[in-house]
């Protein structure tokens, strides 16, 4: 499994799934979260809006990942994840390496053969870019997976591809 980075826009890759920073709500937001929305088009709402129905209390745990629809998007499946908030004073690290590692295991049991993903939680959620990226590597590197044959990292900017550039060589 090749592991990349890249900088882009999540919306405009190619990837079979693409992954999304969403919140436990389900219901779209800001960040990559609210891009990915605008520019897929509202079919991706109305699955989240099903999925969001048969979860208790209506929330997606942190750290887990359902799937939709691509919508209008070039990807064929979006799979959304609710990374959590960054907390100076707790160590949420393990769910963040797990949104990666179901994610993951979500594309390929989908038969998904390429994944792309945003840099999850280090935007509205605060978790700082370095340690977000080493988190990242880690938790995709914590699965195997047959078929799989590629996994993106795209990220927004320049500071970002240079901290998952450098997760990637450790
Ligand atoms: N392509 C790639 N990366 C992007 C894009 C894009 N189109 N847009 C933003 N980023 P964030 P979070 C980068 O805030 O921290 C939402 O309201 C961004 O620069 O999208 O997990 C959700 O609904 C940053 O590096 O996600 C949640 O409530 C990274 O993506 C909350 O924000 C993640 O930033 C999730 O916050």
Redesign the pocket.
């Known amino acids: 499994m090749r592991l990349w980075a890249v900088r882009?826009?999540?919306?405009e890759?190619d990837a079979d799934v693409i992954v999304n920073?969403?919140?436990p709500?389900l219901l779209?937001?800001?960040?990559?979260?609210?891009?990915?929305h605008a520019a897929g088009g509202p079919q991706i709402l109305e699955e989240c809006r099903a999925i969001k129905a048969r979860l208790p209390d209506g929330r997606l745990p942190r750290g887990q990942a359902v799937v939709t629809t691509a919508g209008r998007l070039p990807a064929r499946w979006v799979v959304h994840t609710?990374?959590p908030i960054w907390s100076a004073s707790e160590d949420r690290s393990e769910v963040l390496r797990s949104c990666y590692r179901e994610s993951v295991r979500l594309a390929a049991e989908l038969g998904a053969r390429s994944v792309a993903f945003?840099?999850?939680?280090?935007?509205?959620?605060?978790?700082p870019?370095d340690d977000?990226a080493r988190q990242a590597v880690a938790g995709v590197r914590a699965v195997d997976v047959e078929h799989l044959q590629e996994v993106r990292f795209?990220?927004?900017?320049d500071r970002?591809l240079a901290a998952f550039e450098a997760a990637l060589s450790d």
């Open positions: 882009g826009d999540l919306t890759t920073a969403a919140n709500g779209g937001g800001g960040g990559v979260d609210g891009a990915i609710a990374g945003p840099a999850i939680s280090a935007g509205i959620y605060g978790w870019m977000a795209v990220l927004f900017d970002a």
